[in-house]
């Protein structure tokens, strides 16, 4: 029998969440929402955690005001009725002049709300709160130079609104926090994120967690997919398969020698430096530290090719390429564009063209070295342009006639040559491999891997489709018996769409990835 207590605080729960669905749409002096972290912890958590969710640290775009888009409006998380307008100015005699960015908020739906707004350009980012109906104002003194004057004046300034308003957004802080934890906290916060915003599910798998694996019975070019749902790469993962519809953040090749060693190719092995590179590891040493060394808690699953694809596969080219890229670093050069196919299709919301450019911008001021890296050659290459920073990229795009949403959906090509050498991402390295093995013949050249994500992957029909060939310790102590082998994990590895497609010419170039479907048009 429940505790009074606790039966305390599921009326006190149900009493908010009727409270709030009656008065949405009122005025009222306060609102339940406002109040809530006022309430006890016990009270006031389980509503708030409710309402609100990591996705809610994402601003959401509400337009852009130029001298040619005089007036945006849009309903705000606490204002109803908002109106924005941009003067330009010269006040302080400079070249260019400056400018004022007018914003009027109305129509509050309590007293105690306020809401919360980023304000970028290619070449600033600023933010500010509003709590009176009134006109606010945002003083830009001076244009940094022609190209923003020019900018602002055709494209305008963007503005963002944090839609789950200042509480929400602290709220959804606290929640972000832990999935980036290596705690039991983070790791259930990973699954709940997954749950919600996916679809996933994370049924337990009978004990032992692990698989006494025979290497006799992994072959060259067997594909090792993983997924981390605790600490640094457990969050990473967990945003990663949320905008990219893959239920693994990772994977792995594996390769062996003319003495029959086993080894395994991986993009994104941490050295001792601490860098991430391409490394071939021998199989002990990677098994020992997914067993006993990962904190990540990492979930494995290995997917043996089909014998007739095993045929197929060159070993000796195989290894040629991943000793050529050995010791490279990971391919962070074209991580985000195997992602956005599309200009709208690969947004979940309320993430778009605008918030990327946006992160972009700030991170292009924090950290130039790292922005030059993740993004700016590779969009470069797009423009067929060198040594172009963010802010002259966008003024590139405009001059040839596009904009940068139509940029970002440019197909990667493998045979792009970066600063650093060929660039590879975990799936990626693996892929090429394949390419290179010859998987892809006869249409290898009209293929670039580096457009496939860790779904299109393991999506391909290239794996062992008869149960009965798989090696006899796969999924051995467990009562499901999956199309594939899980080696390691406490929750059952789920694959959707595993083994179903066969590649065809300028694969996964133009696909859509909304959650939580994912649907896909056919030869997208």
């Known amino acids: 029998m429940a505790s009074s207590s606790s039966l305390f605080r599921c009326f006190l729960h149900f009493f908010f ?30 509503v708030l955690n409710s309402l609100n969710s990591p996705v809610d640290l994402l601003p959401s775009f509400v337009g852009s005001v130029s001298s040619s888009n005089r007036i945006v409006n849009w309903k705000g998380a606490c204002f109803y009725e908002n109106t924005a307008w941009v003067e330009f100015h010269n006040k302080t005699g400079s070249e260019f002049g400056g400018g004022t960015l007018h914003i009027k908020v109305s129509y509050p739906h309590s007293w105690t709300c306020m809401d919360l707004y980023v304000f970028a350009t290619p070449y600033r980012v600023t933010w500010d709160y509003y709590f009176l109906s009134r006109e606010h104002t945002l003083e830009i003194k001076e244009w940094q130079d022609k190209a923003e004057y020019e900018y602002v004046k055709n494209r305008g300034i963007s503005i963002f609104l944090m839609q789950a308003g200042m509480l929400g957004t602290l709220q959804a802080l606290w929640d972000v926090f832990p999935l980036f934890t290596n705690t039991g906290w983070g790791e259930n916060s990973n699954i709940g994120f997954l749950e919600k915003h996916m679809g996933a599910t994370f049924e337990e798998r009978p004990q032992p967690w692990f698989t006494n694996i025979s290497v006799g019975d992994v072959h060259s070019g067997d594909f090792l997919a993983i997924s981390k749902i605790r600490g640094r790469w457990g969050g990473f993962e967990t945003l990663e398969k949320w905008v990219s519809g893959a239920y693994a953040g990772h994977t792995a090749v594996c390769l062996k020698d003319s003495e029959g060693k086993l080894w395994i190719g991986e993009s994104g092995h941490e050295n001792e430096k601490g860098e991430d590179i391409i490394a071939i590891v021998p199989w002990d040493e990677w098994w020992d530290f997914e067993l006993n060394k990962d904190d990540s808690n990492p979930h ?13 596969f060159n070993e000796t080219a195989a290894w040629e390429y991943a000793l050529s890229m050995a010791g490279k670093p990971y391919g962070y050069h074209n991580m985000i564009f195997s992602w956005i196919d599309t200009i709208g299709g690969n947004y979940p919301p309320p993430l778009d063209a605008h918030l990327v450019a946006s992160v972009m911008t700030v991170w292009s001021k924090i950290q130039p070295e790292y922005a030059a890296n993740m993004w700016n050659e590779a969009l470069n290459k797009r423009l067929g342009t060198q ?47 394949y390419k290179e093995a010859g998987l892809f013949d006869p249409i290898a050249d009209s293929i670039q891997v580096t457009e496939f994500t860790i779904k299109d992957a393991y999506s391909l029909k290239f794996f062992e489709n008869d149960s009965s060939r798989l090696p006899k310790w796969c999924n051995d102590a467990d009562n499901v018996k999956l199309p594939y082998c899980q080696i390691k994990g406490k929750y059952r590895m789920e694959l959707p769409g595993y083994n179903s497609m066969d590649p065809y010419v300028h694969m996964n170039e133009r696909c859509p990835s909304m959650p939580p479907k994912y649907f896909r048009p056919q030869n997208c």
């Open 17 to 46: 969440f009727f409270i709030i669905s009656q008065v949405q749409a009122a005025n009222l002096p306060f609102h339940p929402r406002d109040v809530l972290p006022l309430l006890p912890r016990q009270v006031s958590w389980p």
């Open 300 to 312: 494995i699953a290995y997917l043996p090719l089909h014998p007739d694809v095993r045929a197929k």
């Open 387 to 433: 040594g172009l920073n963010l802010s002259d990229i966008l003024v590139e795009t405009e001059k040839h006639g596009s904009s940068f949403d139509e940029l970002l959906t440019i197909p990667e090509q493998d045979n792009w040559i970066y600063s650093d050498g060929k660039s590879t991402s975990c799936i990626a390295f693996v892929l090429e491999l």
